[in-house]
C-alpha cells in the first residue's frame, strides 16, 4: 500500500505545480477541465481559499521546492484582508492552512500575527446565551442568522485553540470548548449520525430545531458533515483532553464504517434514497476528510485495537481514493474526482479543492508524520 500511496502523493504533487503556473485566482471546483474561481465579491466563497494555500504549503514540506513555498507566500497574501471580517464563520479553515501550517513549514513566525487577529475576529460569532458559533450571515443580521449554528463549524475550532496556546488568554479556547461542547449536545444525534444545521433564538439561546442546507433533510446525515464532525471533535479532545470528545469521534467514526458503500466513499448523504442507484453522487472530499480524522483519532486512542480499526478504515477509503476517484489519465487539473459540492444547490459530481487538500493531508500523515505534525 505504501508505494500505491507515495505514487498518489507524487501525482498530487505535480497536479499542484501545474495548477500553481496556471493559476490566477482561487480555484473552488471543476467544471469539466477547467476550476471554476471565487466571485470575489460574495465573501462566504472565501471559505475554501485557504485548501490551495494549505496544498502549497504541504507541497513545499514534501518537496523543498522553492517554487511552491513563494507561491504560498503570495497567495496567503492575497488572503491577510479576511482577517478582519466578520462576515463569515471560516476564518479558522482559512488561517489555520494559509497561515499557522505555514509558519510551523517555514519556521516564519511573521505569518501569525495574521492568524490572532482572525481568532479574534471569529468569536464575534459568538453567542454566549446558546453558547454556539453563528453560521452563515451577519452577526447583526436577522433573528434568524444570528441563530443558525452548523457542524462544519466544528472545523474551525482549531484556530482558537491555538490561539489561547500562543497567547495566554483562555477566552478563544472557552468560546471553542462551549461551542464544541453545545454540537455535541445539539447536532450529534443517539445513533451516532450529525444533523447539519442546528437554529436557535439568538435572544434567550433556546435550542429550536434542526434543519440542513446541504444535506438531504433536517433528519438525514449529510456526509461530508459527518467528516467535518469527526476529524473536528477528534481535533477538539486532541486540544482539551476532554474525554467526551473523544467519545463523540469515536461513535461518529462507528457510524462512518457501519454506513460505508462497498469502496468506502460515502454517498453525498447517508439518508439519500437514491443511494440504492449505482449512479447516485458520491462525496470523494467527505471520504478524504474522514480518512484525515480518523488517521487522528487512532492516534488518540488508548486502546491499541480500537487505533489500528480506525488506521485500517483510513488506509482502506485513501487506497479506494486513489485508486477509484483519482484524476489520474484525464485531463483534469484535480487531484481527486467526484465529490459533491452540495445536491441541493444542484452541484454534484466534480472535483473540489478540499476534497484535494484533506486526501493530500491524508497520505501525509501515512506517508510522513513529521510533516503532518505541522497540520495539527
Ligand atoms: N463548509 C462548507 C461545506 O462543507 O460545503
Known amino acids: 500500500m505504501k508505494q500505491e500511496f507515495q505514487d498518489a502523493l507524487d501525482h498530487s504533487i505535480e497536479i499542484t505545480l501545474r495548477n500553481l503556473e496556471t493559476l490566477t485566482d482561487f480555484p473552488e471546483r471543476c467544471e469539466g477541465e477547467t476550476w471554476t474561481t471565487i466571485d470575489r465579491n460574495r465573501i462566504p466563497a472565501h471559505w475554501n481559499d485557504g485548501f490551495w494555500v494549505g496544498l502549497l504549503w504541504l507541497a513545499f514540506a514534501h518537496t523543498g521546492d522553492p517554487k511552491f513555498e513563494r507561491g504560498a507566500r503570495e497567495w496567503a497574501k492575497q488572503l491577510a484582508w479576511l482577517k478582519d471580517e466578520t462576515r463569515t464563520h471560516d476564518l479558522g479553515f482559512i488561517f489555520w492552512l494559509a497561515n499557522v501550517l505555514g509558519a510551523r513549514v517555514t519556521g516564519d513566525e511573521s505569518l501569525l500575527p495574521d492568524a490572532l487577529q482572525a481568532a479574534r475576529t471569529l468569536t464575534r460569532r459568538y453567542n454566549a446565551r446558546g453558547e454556539y458559533l453563528q453560521a452563515w450571515g451577519l452577526i447583526d443580521g436577522t433573528r434568524e442568522e444570528r441563530g443558525r449554528t452548523n457542524i462544519d463549524l466544528m472545523m474551525n475550532l482549531s484556530l482558537l485553540f491555538w490561539a489561547s496556546e ?80 473523544r467519545a463523540v469521534a469515536q ?46 483519532l487512532a492516534e488518540i486512542e488508548t486502546d491499541a485495537a480500537r487505533a ?37 444547490h444542484g452541484l454534484a459530481d466534480h472535483a473540489l479543492i478540499y476534497g484535494d487538500y484533506y486526501f493530500v493531508e491524508t497520505l501525509t500523515k501515512l506517508l510522513r508524520p513529521d510533516i503532518a505534525a505541522h497540520t495539527k
Open 166 to 245: 500562543r497567547t495566554g488568554d483562555p477566552y478563544c479556547a472557552r468560546v471553542a470548548a462551549r461551542h464544541a461542547r453545545t454540537s455535541r449536545l445539539v447536532l450529534v444525534r443517539p445513533d451516532d449520525s450529525t444533523v447539519h444545521v442546528g437554529d436557535f433564538d439568538p435572544e434567550t439561546g433556546a435550542f429550536l430545531r434542526h434543519a440542513t442546507h446541504q444535506g438531504l433533510s433536517a433528519d438525514s446525515c449529510w456526509s461530508r458533515g459527518q467528516g467535518w464532525a469527526l476529524y473536528g471533535f477528534a481535533d477538539t479532545y486532541r486540544r482539551t483532553g476532554d474525554e467526551v470528545f
Open 251 to 296: 461513535r461518529l467514526a462507528e457510524y462512518a464504517l457501519i454506513h460505508a458503500p462497498e469502496d468506502l466513499v460515502p454517498f453525498w448523504d447517508y439518508d439519500s434514497p437514491d443511494t440504492q442507484s449505482a449512479n447516485t453522487y458520491r462525496d470523494s472530499s467527505a471520504a478524504a476528510v474522514m480518512a484525515s480524522g480518523l488517521l487522528d
Open 308 to 344: 489500528a480499526r480506525w488506521r485500517a478504515f483510513a488506509e482502506k477509503i485513501a487506497l479506494s481514493l486513489w485508486q477509484n476517484y483519482s484524476s489520474r489519465g484525464t485531463r483534469i487539473p484535480a487531484i481527486l474526482l467526484h465529490g459533491t459540492r452540495s445536491v441541493p
